[in-house]
């Protein structure tokens, strides 16, 4: 809106607010002039002239009053929209056998003398130790939860402590073992949760202030699924306000690499939580960088799935058509031994898709067909010397590398405003009885502002993104036909938010240190419901690394 003030006489700003008055905050009535009208096309970047504007006014006024009456309807944020979003192009076939999934875990762990090291051990690591009796799932829960309560508060990455549900769990995984009921992997695992997944008799604050003491009386499918494998839910994790970046009501949460930085967003409290040896793994979201931002920050493995391979049921929705929810663990492993468990159908989510998660360890990865963003690498950009050892890497492990370049006709950042207009959408509520202004975060590039701007995105401008938004889908699909996996630097170029837009999975592992001794990423890119071939590359390429070994001194015990 600052444009438009700055260019328009003093008597179009003042139509523009009054029009903001009018239509936004639904606070005047009275029949809509042509002068404001006049102003608002002006907005809107339309041109209409004096005898358009004038039959438009009682459309106008009408109009308006719909407005009314669709805000005299409750609508809680999880009420999805009717249109539900496909990632699908045409000719894209989904796979309909699901394969036997073969893992490899390791035949064989020591216990380490000082037990509270166990915190730093992959999931993979533990599931051996707790199946082959080592230890008990009890004995590693207290484990985690003493170092929540000690590093949580310096971390700033813990909201809600679920001990008492923890402990009874882990109690009931040790009688499970013994009795032989083996439920796989996950089972007795302690992890933790982004807060904006709902558990029953805890608090689900979505890291804002508005919503600090909201009970939401159902528990996630994601948390149930968990449940249903055996680990032991012990914290709920903190996130960036109405997951945007690491700010949240009670602080900043910290990057454990360097405590004078932020973890990163939303999934703030996740990364920051694992990477600190506090969970097992965790659980985040990612709509836009979400996962990989965060993952990145403090050095974990995280999975952005396709979208509408997890069910949001219990979560809160930001963008419907683009919400995500995956793991954040300390190795590529990890996340598909998590993803196995919380992927697959959902009658509360109708967004999924039926497919097979086809992961074989044993199959050699200088069989797959992997291309690089060329392009991207070329450029200059921190991180980027990591990123060509990187490429190495895969070179020595037999990987002829394929150049390739991801579409450039479309105007992908301007498609944006789809999230823009689903988020104020999704808080509506909050802006329209000024609760926004609760949140921490008031500067320009804060979801206040965001919301109240996107009250000026109109409705066809967002149909016509998503129908842009359908030809970058088909164009994705074409460029993705000839490989199976794509290595790119993480945040260069515009593929995170592009891929997000069209909903490919991503697998980000660290690969490195910038020299604030901040942890690098590389990503790795896969087709439609492709996790299965981005993690076996990932997994390969940390057998080979020690990036994921290497934790903050502080912090080890």
Known sequence: M???????????????????????????????????????????GLEFDAAERDSMQDGLSDQRKDYEALRSVALPNSVVPSVTFQPLPPGFMIAEKQEPIRWLLPKKVTMPENRESLAFYSVAQLSVLIKTKKITSEELTRIYLNRLKKYGDTLECVVTLTEERAIERAKKADREIRSGKYRGPLHGIPYGVKDLLAVEGYPTTWGARPYQ????????????RLDSAGAVLVAKLTMGALAWGDVWFGGVTRNPWNLQEGSSGSSAGSASATAAGLVAFSIGTETWGSIVSPSTRCGNSGLRPTYGRVSRSGAMALSWSMDKIGPICRTAEDCALVFEAIRGLD???????????????????????????????????????????????????????????????????????????EAAAAFDELTRSNRDSLLTRQIKNAWPNVFRTARFIPAVEYIQANRIRTLLIQQMFQCMQAVDVVVTPSFEGNQLLMTNLTGHPVVVVPNGFYENGSPSSISFLGNLFGEAQILRLAKNFQEVTDFEDQHPEWLKP
């Not at 003491?213 to 149930?224: F, K, S």
């Open 2 to 44: 600052t444009h438009f003030f700055t260019v328009l006489p003093p008597k179009g700003k003042y139509f523009i607010l009054l029009f903001t008055l009018f239509l936004s905050l639904n606070t005047l009535y009275g029949q809509i002039s042509p002068s404001l009208s006049a102003a608002a096309q002006q907005l809107l």
């Open 347 to 421: 009658p509360d989510d109708l967004s999924l898709i039926d497919a097979p998660f086809n992961y074989d360890a044993r199959t050699p990865v200088s069989e797959l067909k992997v291309g690089y963003l060329a392009d991207l690498f070329e450029t200059n950009y921190p991180g980027k010397a990591n990123d060509l050892k990187s490429l190495e890497t895969l070179r020595s492990l037999g990987i002829d590398l394929i150049p390739i370049r991801l579409p450039e006709e479309l105007p992908v950042n301007a498609l944006a405003i789809i999230l823009s207009a």
């Open 213 to 224: 003491d909201q009970v939401l009386e159902e528990t996630a499918t994601v948390v149930e």
